[in-house]
């Protein structure tokens, strides 16, 4: 294998600070190095690539548009192995719980209840890391990840999965929007504007038939490519949306969203918690999916 020409690594590592950092003197202070050891570096990186990365403006020395683009491939391959260090290295008495959620789970479910969590652990640090629906298969290292129906597959034998919760899906509205154009009657829906998923084919024509009227069409149909965006759609007004508890309780509780016919309901999906069989089962690792089982009961 030809050897790989790698800039000195200290000094990528000093650049990363200092290109998003506000000035090299706070890159200094957070590496806990001197200005001028800052200022060293940064011309040692510069020799052996040839390019300037600073420019003079006033009297502080700004990272140049070619820089900062360098500086985030660099943090991204930083955040890759320090994230291998994590998932190939033994630290039994790590206090960190990784999880990889789904957006729209970890937006509108999972956040609103961490709080409660660090109330009752506050010496584990939970750190979230999303995936969309449409991802092919995990990415990066994780202790447990949430998933929405995985379909069954050679893929997932390495996981022990655990039912979560299945949500109930039903129509959800802004206030503002059934203000201005209220839905009294099923039929009512003929008037509005349905939002859509591409993640989730089929919903609306699953409620539709939940609710003995298959043949109702909107005015116009809305689709995005995630439910998450959808979600922020119907939120914002544009128009109406599936929904599904308890995935959005919060966002029921707090008068966001208003389901207009609660009492009509079609089947949601099954959220489930999935552990590599191989992991090391710490003890924080067990606090937190206690937790999350108990929460989602």
Same mark, same amino acid.
């Given at each position: 294998?030809?050897?790989?020409?790698?800039?000195?690594?200290?000094?990528?590592?000093?650049?990363?600070?200092?290109?998003?950092?506000?000035?090299?003197?706070?890159?200094? &202070?957070?590496?806990?190095?001197?200005?001028?050891?800052?200022?060293? &570096?940064?011309?040692?990186?510069?020799?052996?690539? !040839?390019?300037?990365?600073?420019?003079?403006?006033?009297?502080?020395?700004?990272?140049? /548009?070619?820089?900062?683009? %360098?500086?985030?491939?660099?943090?991204?391959?930083?955040?890759?192995?320090?994230?291998?260090? =994590?998932?190939?290295?033994?630290?039994?008495?790590?206090?960190?719980?990784?999880?990889?959620?789904?957006?729209?789970?970890?937006?509108?479910?999972?956040?609103?209840?961490?709080?409660?969590?660090?109330?009752?652990?506050?010496?584990?640090?939970?750190?979230?890391?999303?995936?969309?629906?449409? /991802?092919?298969?995990?990415?990066?290292? %994780? /202790?447990?990840?949430?998933?929405?129906?995985?379909?069954?597959?050679?893929?997932?034998?390495?996981?022990?999965?655990?039912?979560?919760?299945?949500?109930?899906?039903?129509?959800?509205?802004?206030?503002?929007?059934?203000?201005?154009?209220?839905?009294?009657?099923?039929?009512?829906?003929?008037?509005?504007?349905?939002?859509?998923?591409?993640?989730?084919?089929?919903?609306?024509?699953?409620?539709?038939?939940?609710?003995?009227?298959?043949?109702?069409?909107?005015?116009?149909?809305?689709?995005?490519?995630?439910?998450?965006?959808?979600?922020?759609?119907?939120?914002?007004?544009?128009?109406?949306?599936?929904?599904?508890?308890?995935?959005?309780?919060?966002?029921?509780?707090? !008068?966001?969203?208003?389901?207009?016919?609660?009492?009509?309901?079609?089947? !949601?999906?099954?959220?489930?918690?999935?552990?590599?069989?191989?992991?090391?089962?710490?003890?924080?690792?067990? /606090?937190? =999916?206690?937790?999350?089982?108990?929460?989602?009961?």
């Amino acid at each position: 294998m030809p050897r790989r020409p790698l800039p000195p690594l200290n000094a990528l590592r000093v650049f990363e600070t200092a290109a998003r950092a506000p000035s090299l003197s706070a890159a200094a &202070q957070e590496l806990s190095i001197t200005h001028g050891a800052v200022s060293r &570096q940064i011309a040692l990186l510069e020799d052996w690539l !040839g390019q300037q990365l600073f420019v003079r403006q006033g009297q502080r020395n700004v990272a140049t /548009d070619h820089a900062r683009a %360098f500086a985030a491939e660099i943090s991204a391959a930083f955040d890759r192995i320090g994230d291998a260090a =994590l998932r190939f290295g033994k630290a039994p008495q790590t206090r960190t719980v990784r999880v990889n959620a789904q957006t729209t789970l970890a937006m509108h479910w999972l956040m609103a209840r961490l709080p409660a969590f660090h109330a009752a652990h506050p010496d584990v640090q939970i750190v979230v890391t999303t995936s969309s629906s449409a /991802d092919p298969a995990f990415r990066g290292g %994780f /202790d447990v990840a949430i998933r929405r129906d995985p379909p069954p597959g050679a893929e997932w034998q390495p996981y022990e999965k655990t039912p979560l919760f299945t949500e109930r899906a039903t129509v959800v509205a802004s206030p503002s929007l059934l203000e201005a154009l209220p839905l009294r009657r099923v039929k009512d829906l003929a008037k509005h504007t349905f939002i859509a998923t591409q993640t989730r084919v089929g919903a609306w024509e699953d409620w539709l038939s939940a609710a003995g009227v298959p043949d109702v069409r909107p005015v116009r149909f809305h689709r995005f490519d995630h439910y998450h965006v959808s979600l922020q759609a119907v939120i914002d007004g544009l128009g109406i949306g599936i929904g599904c508890t308890p995935t959005l309780d919060r966002e029921l509780a707090s !008068g966001r969203l208003v389901m207009p016919f609660p009492e009509i309901q079609a089947g !949601g999906a099954t959220y489930v918690t999935l552990v590599p069989r191989d992991a090391d089962k710490s003890r924080p690792l067990h /606090d937190f =999916l206690s937790w999350v089982h108990d929460a989602a009961a």
